[in-house]
């Protein structure tokens, strides 16, 4: 099992930086694999990034191409994704999932989820 906290969600202005932290309980950590979704009022729960067990290996969405960076630190049991050059499109509740298999796209499938971080960009 893991447990899955999601944090670093605000308020900010277009064009501004965020990054979020997903820190996991337990020693296992590296045995899976995180993808941060997202959620906007109306709209089904998207992929957002997602990165392998080791951190060698990661996926975005066309949409944060370019913009968002997914990084992983083991030895701190966290995951961030770093989020540059927000537009009010990426409003939405941010949350963490954790699964044994990577490339997972569906939220369905994830065996485990952070509580989720609200972040909202302003124009």
């Known amino acids: 099992q893991v447990q899955l906290v999601e944090s670093g969600g605000g308020s900010v202005q277009a064009g501004d930086s965020l990054r979020l932290s997903c820190a996991a309980s337990g020693r296992t950590f590296s045995n899976y694999c995180v993808a941060w979704f997202r959620q906007a009022p109306g709209k089904e729960r998207e992929l957002v990034a997602s990165i392998s067990r080791s951190g060698g290996i990661t996926y975005y969405a066309d949409s944060v191409k370019g913009r968002f960076t997914i990084s992983r630190d083991n030895a701190k049991n966290t995951v961030y994704l770093q989020m540059n050059s927000l537009s009010p499109e990426d409003t939405a509740v941010y949350f963490c999932?954790?699964?044994?298999?990577?490339?997972?796209?569906?939220?369905?499938?994830?065996?485990?989820w952070g509580q989720g971080t609200q972040v909202t960009v302003s124009s």
């Open positions: 999932a954790a699964d044994r298999v990577f490339g997972v796209m569906t939220p369905d499938d994830y065996d485990y």
